[in-house]
């Protein structure tokens, strides 16, 4: 193959594809873990774990996309300084990224942002720089990019239209991949959360594309603005407020976020996620951060519905992050009561829940 005709800018980018092609090719898929319920119930629970990728969560899926997106639209070349808008975990996966492609990275964070996933931005070479409220990431990060000459990733915007939601292994596709020898290989329910509404986009629309009857449910926080703006059917609507659960809620409603292919939306109170994350780490031994509390206090709805009309099948959530993310906030109980986050009677909910398989009206 003859590469003479290249200029230094294509072959640049050709090596950088191959780089991030290489790492994907070295990396196993995710574990799909088998969450133990009461064998007279009929339903089976999967937790996909993301916490195993290389930079430890979700967005390791999305940060690779953007970045593929960004290479083949000629928006990222040799020397490009990365900028993004973030809550943290795409932070972390893009700085390890750029760090692969020896890029310079910059985070625009709110500074509410949890030490540990600071730490690891740094580690993996990346900057930070905070806002006081979420609300002001956006314009920051556009600032940022365009003071350094650089490239603003805007995962909000990107999310959706980066991952091929046709397959080519995206999350959804290898969810039934791995599903394809259970008892019950079609799921009844999906259940994620939105953060920038990519995930649920994928989904949804690899449902669709694939003919499957499986449902779609979304949960999210308080504070955020995809809840209300999906029920009232609103296509921008902002509520103004940080969402207290890092990874997931947005103040705004996201341009990546796409209602239709959504079958049930369920809003969560901020403790329950708390509740619901600490119940985990107790039943199943897995210890995950609060966004995947905030989908189980979804999925455990779902589920007492299914008991009510006596349906079968199976449901599928993801462990969107770890524990060790967030030693310092939502696993130190000081931290919690100071935030308005103890759980409290939300742990009752659960505990009532696991004894009868119902849920409160």
């Given at each position: 193959m003859d590469f003479t005709a290249c200029t230094?800018?294509?072959?640049?980018?050709?090596?950088?594809?191959?780089?991030?092609?290489?790492?994907?090719?070295?990396?196993?898929?995710?574990?799909?873990?088998?969450?133990?319920?009461?064998?007279?119930?009929?339903?089976?629970?999967?937790?996909?774990?993301?916490?195993?990728?290389?930079?430890?969560?979700?967005?390791?899926?999305?940060?690779?996309?953007?970045?593929?997106?960004?290479?083949v639209n000629g928006w990222i070349h040799e020397g490009t300084t990365i900028v993004e808008a973030s809550s943290g975990s795409t932070a972390v996966s893009e700085a390890y990224f750029a760090r692969l492609l020896g890029l310079p990275f910059i985070a625009v964070m709110p500074r509410s942002t949890s030490p540990e996933k600071i730490a690891l931005i740094e580690d993996y070479g990346g900057q930070c720089h905070f806002v006081e409220n979420s609300s002001q990431v956006y314009a920051a990060a556009s600032e940022l990019a365009a003071q350094t000459d650089g490239h603003y990733m805007d995962q909000f915007t990107y999310a959706e239209r980066a991952t091929d939601w046709r397959g080519n292994n995206n999350i959804a596709e290898s969810i039934f991949e791995q599903l394809s020898k259970e008892e019950h290989p079609v799921p009844r329910w999906i259940v994620v959360g939105a953060g920038t509404g990519g995930t649920s986009a994928t989904i949804g629309r690899y449902l669709r594309y694939h003919s499957h009857p499986t449902q779609l449910a979304v949960v999210d926080p308080e504070n955020s603005a995809f809840y209300p703006g999906w029920k009232e059917g609103l296509a921008e609507f902002s509520t103004g407020m940080a969402s207290r659960i890092e990874g997931i809620g947005r103040p705004r409603i996201e341009p990546s976020f796409?209602?239709?292919?959504?079958?049930?939306?369920?809003?969560?109170p901020d403790a329950a996620s708390v509740a619901a994350m600490q119940q985990l780490s107790k039943q199943a031994g897995l210890h995950a951060g609060p966004s995947t509390g905030t989908n189980l206090w979804g999925v455990w709805q779902l589920v007492a519905r299914m008991l009510a009309r006596g349906e079968r099948g199976s449901v599928v959530s993801l462990l969107c992050d770890g524990a060790d993310r967030y030693l310092t906030s939502y696993y130190d109980d000081g931290w919690l009561v100071e935030h308005g986050l103890a759980p409290g009677e939300h742990t009752a909910t659960l505990e009532n829940f696991f004894a009868t398989g119902t849920w409160p009206s």
């Open positions: 230094p800018a294509r072959r640049w980018a050709d090596e950088a594809l191959r780089r991030i092609e290489a790492e994907n090719n070295r990396s196993a898929d995710t574990h799909l873990y088998a969450v133990p319920l009461p064998e007279e119930w009929g339903v089976q629970l999967y937790l996909k774990d993301e916490s195993t990728h290389r930079s430890g969560s979700l967005k390791h899926r999305l940060a690779r996309s953007l970045f593929l997106f960004g290479l796409v209602p239709s292919v959504i079958d049930e939306m369920i809003q969560v």
